[in-house]
Nanobody, 124 residues
Framework: QVQLLESGGGSAQAGGSLRLSCAGS??????LGWFRQGLGKEREGVAA???????TYADSVKGRFTISRDNAESTLYLQMNTLKPEDTAVYYC????????????????????WGQGTQVTVSS
């Protein structure tokens, strides 16, 4: 029903930029989000976007990362600027069930569908 495939991960220097993409199907009328999980850490919500374009961000990335979506192309994006070594993690895109109420909290338990993840490594 919903398929998600991330791309765009890789290595960057601190202060640099990367752009992640998540291509898939079944995006319509769903809130989409980006999560990340560093080595030995819990998965944390990074950013989310509603079907109508409302956005929310974790405090740690606010002002540096931008989430966007292209519903016609069924693609989700995460533009990451001013990268820091602490941004190093596996990044996942995820989708909520249709009809879910919008929330400014980005909780992994509220997302039903997940991509396989893409590694982002930021060196100092």
């Amino acid at each position: 029903q919903v398929q998600l495939l991330e791309s765009g991960g890789g290595s960057a220097q601190a202060g640099g930029s990367l752009r992640l993409s998540c291509a898939g199907s079944g995006f319509t009328d769903r809130t989409l989000g980006w999560f990340r999980q560093g080595l030995g850490k819990e998965r944390e919500g990074v950013a989310a976007i509603s079907n109508y374009g409302s956005t929310t961000y974790a405090d740690s990335v606010k002002g540096r990362f931008t989430i966007s979506r292209d519903n016609a192309e069924s693609t989700l994006y995460l533009q990451m600027n001013t990268l820091k070594p602490e941004d190093t993690a596996v990044y996942y895109c995820a989708a909520r069930a249709r009809g879910s109420q919008w929330s400014f909290y980005i909780r992994a338990t509220e997302y039903a569908y997940w991509g396989q993840g893409t590694q982002v490594t930021v060196s100092s």
